[in-house]
DNA sequence: ACTTTCCTAAATCCATGGATGTAAATCAAT
DNA sequence: ATTGATTTACATCCATGGATTTAGGAAAGT
């Protein structure tokens, strides 16, 4: 089967010459690879993709020069069929957080085995993401962390469940930056209605204008309560 | 080692009373836990939590009477030591996003090898969060669609890079709800001060007051720009 | 039938917000 | 040395926002 396939292209981006070569030798043993450029520099890398796009770029993040994170988002932008695998000396779990947020489609820590890159390389390369698991579990730590304020909120009591429906209308108005008139019209309603409404609102989520009110209602989850609501 | 630690205490909440038995059978073969409770009701499973507060719970997530998230919820509201690992008949990416964001430490598939429910016990108990890498893979990917757009905003021609520090601190204030007069205590300035800031906040992120500035802050990626810049 | 809640609306009054123009002091860069 | 950007500040004027009170009709629950 496999060796019907054309060889996948890969293309290695490491500010260490070493270790750039290293890779190279352990990816090129592989018979299923072929390494189609290496780079030591982000930019240079860049270019190297927009010229071959390769079908999988190993992308060093821990470089000076030019910040890797920054790199894979770039190529992100450029919208090509070629998956990241970020390569890391660390196994910080804002780094390999802020990775997989921006799209890599994996992590790898230098110090890994290289059966562990390989495999890795495999399974992204077969449209899988992947991340080995001790730092997945590192990763939902973190992703753990950063929700539970969120979730927790989504529960506890909730000022925007007194709200009656046409208020949570005009409400779902002001967090789209409507003003007074601009919500009359769009409701059919007289101006000084908006405002009544308005101000009911003001009193039930304790706030004194629309900008804390818009603030209290996207703090507390009220798009995706709402939208689903009024859209449904 | 292990014979001398206490066993560690599972419960076990399935509406499936056939599969409880089974799962129960199977924890109890492993002779370091030990299965304190089974019921096939979510609300009877969270007085029983309340009462045994277990190292571990199994939930089923697919009931009929209560959701199963929604009790896991009410469970991490608890604040206990609890863990959870969620079971599942599905392996639908929105199922182990949900499941995962609201505080589960796993989710298994009530498909899969008793040895990997096991391995999955032993992770969790161990204080790490695991997912099977096939879910995990597929959390990714989920997580990666949810965040793309997000991540993409973050770095297309952003008219919040146009902003003098001075004027994103003043930003930085409208967006947590100050007025004028707060923000010129704030910052020891007078508000005729603000208003020139704020007015020039207006013309670069050409809006037309204050609630749509903070709306357009808050969309792209202000406070994650700011607060660190801030308290750094 | 009666009460309550919700949606509508208006009047009034005051506070706050926003637009515009002007200008001085500071500081970095050329 | 001069320019340009930034931060500070004030005056003025008008628009918008917000508080409060009152009130009628509709709908729903008791």
Redesign the pocket.
């Given at each position: 089967m496999r060796e019907f396939k054309r060889k996948a292209r890969v293309l290695l981006i490491d500010d260490n010459a070493d270790h750039l070569r290293g890779i190279k030798e352990l990816i090129n043993i592989e018979t299923s690879y072929e390494v189609v450029g290496t780079t030591t520099s982000a930019n240079m890398g860049i270019n190297l993709i927009k010229k071959y796009q390769p079908d999988l770029v190993l992308m060093d993040i821990n470089m000076p020069e030019k910040d890797g994170l920054q790199a894979i988002q770039e190529i992100e932008k450029l919208e090509l069929e070629t998956k990241i695998i970020a390569l890391s000396g660390y196994d910080d779990a804002d780094l390999i957080f802020r990775a997989m947020k921006i799209g890599a489609k994996g992590y790898v820590l230098k110090t890994m085995a290289s059966a562990q890159l390989i495999y890795a390389i495999d399974e992204v390369l077969n449209g899988k993401v992947y991340l080995p698991s001790a730092l997945s579990s590192r990763f939902f730590e973190y992703f753990q962390r950063t929700f539970k304020e969120e979730a927790a909120t989504q529960n506890e009591e909730n000022l925007l469940n007194?709200?009656?429906?046409?208020?949570?209308?005009?409400l779902d108005l002001?967090t789209q930056g409507?003003?007074?008139?601009?919500i009359?019209a769009k409701?059919?309603?007289?101006?000084?209605?908006?405002?009544?409404?308005?101000?009911?609102i003001?009193?039930k989520l304790q706030?004194?204008?629309?900008?804390?009110?818009v603030l209290y209602a996207l703090n507390n989850g009220f798009a995706n309560k709402v939208r689903a609501k009024i859209s449904a």
């Open positions: 007194y709200l009656t429906s046409r208020e949570e209308e005009v002001l409507n003003n007074y008139k601009a009359a409701l059919f309603i007289s101006e000084t209605t908006v405002k009544t409404h308005v101000n009911n003001f009193q706030v004194n204008d629309r900008t804390q009110a």
